[in-house]
């Protein structure tokens, strides 16, 4: 079968300095993005490879172009729709998700969770603020995280934000 022709930004990168994977590369399907930072912790490289994911590859394409030069916590900010926005995607679409977790996983050791969320944002896939999530536990009696998951869509990318979450659920849930 003959290889698909090269997109922007595919292919290995040499002396990357943050790497993030998911799915399988070995086995596939999976992804990975690779970013080279700089001094000024902004993105001066940036490339991504797939396995056996080949809807993948125009999503991640277009991350790559679109966090090119931005800074670290710029670049981390990308949610979800913003991914599905870039590609023409549906919201849902396995291939946005799954360039968004990889794009995280590489994010995340060089900001940590709360960096990457951001003061006022608890869930990154998503971008709901944490005002939001407080709000509806406040105003709906949520008490668990599938209802808040229900109710704003927080927990229901990457699930990572899930503690967090649960944290405010134990805060903020109603008593009576
Ligand atoms: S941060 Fe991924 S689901 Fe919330």
């Known amino acids: 079968m003959a290889e698909p022709d090269r997109l922007p930004y595919e292919g290995p990168l040499p002396g990357a ?17 690779s970013f080279r930072i700089d001094d000024e912790a902004r993105i001066a490289a940036a490339a991504f490879e797939t396995a056996s994911l080949d809807g993948a590859r125009i ?17 981390s900010a990308v949610s979800i729709p913003d991914l599905a ?3 023409g995607l549906p919201l849902r679409d396995p291939a946005v ?8 996983a590489a994010m995340l050791p060089h900001l940590g969770r709360a960096a990457i969320a951001g003061p006022g944002i608890t869930c990154t896939c998503f ?11 406040e105003r709906m009696g949520l008490r ?3 209802q808040v998951k229900d ?15 649960e944290g405010l659920i134990k805060q903020h849930a109603r008593r009576d």
């Open 127 to 137: 971008r709901v603020a944490t005002a939001t999530i407080v709000a509806a536990i």
């Open 97 to 104: 998700r799954i360039v968004h977790f990889a794009k995280s």
């Open 17 to 33: 300095d943050a790497v993030g994977e998911s799915g399988s590369m070995s086995a596939g399907p999976g992804v990975r993005i």
């Open 151 to 165: 109710a704003t869509n927080a927990g229901s990318g990457c699930g990572s934000c899930r503690p967090q979450v």
């Open 59 to 75: 999503v991640a394409s277009k991350l790559c172009g679109a966090v090119l030069g931005a800074t670290v916590f710029q670049a």
């Open 85 to 87: 926005l870039m590609a």
């Open 144 to 146: 668990t995280a599938d």
